[in-house]
């Protein structure tokens, strides 16, 4: 598993004309499966980011009561190590990686953590303003 975490002073998740989900200050998560991961790996994965003392004075987004805008990211198992075209084998199908990605979303909100998400599968946009910048690279 592999996430993207930036922390941000807003950040916004849309599809289509609506807005699915929204964050003030917190952390935005890009989240990508890969075929053996497991829900385990899925809620140490979110401890470690509800934790992490990424946000301002070093503080951790449980400390704090930050919100975090989770957005499915298969793209993150992109490989561009041969040609100009990334190929996507190392990332887990849908069936596979969007239950792992829903109890990622649990893992947090039984952390206590106020979870906003985008929608597994969906054509999204989403707009940030990347505090710092600060942006992580975490895997497990």
């Not at 704090?64 to 190929?87: E, H």
């Not at 952390?111 to 946009?125: K, S, W, Y």
Request: contains cysteine.
């Amino acid at each position: 598993m592999r996430a993207v975490v930036q922390r941000v002073t807003r950040a916004r998740v849309d599809v289509g004309c609506e807005t699915v989900g929204e964050i003030g200050t917190g952390l935005m998560v890009l989240l990508g499966v890969t075929h053996d991961d497991t829900a385990e790996a899925a809620t140490r994965l979110a401890a470690k980011i509800w934790n992490l003392r990424i946000l301002r004075d070093e503080r951790s987004a449980e400390e704090v009561g930050a919100g975090i805008l989770v957005v499915s990211q298969f793209t993150l198992y992109g490989d561009t190590r041969k040609g100009r075209r990334p190929t996507w084998t190392a990332a887990a199908p849908g069936a596979v990686a969007e239950p792992l990605y829903a109890e990622f979303c649990s893992a947090l909100r039984r952390l206590g953590a106020t979870v906003a998400e985008g929608v597994f599968g969906a054509d999204m946009q989403i707009t940030l303003t990347n505090d710092g910048p600060t942006t992580l690279v975490l895997e497990v």
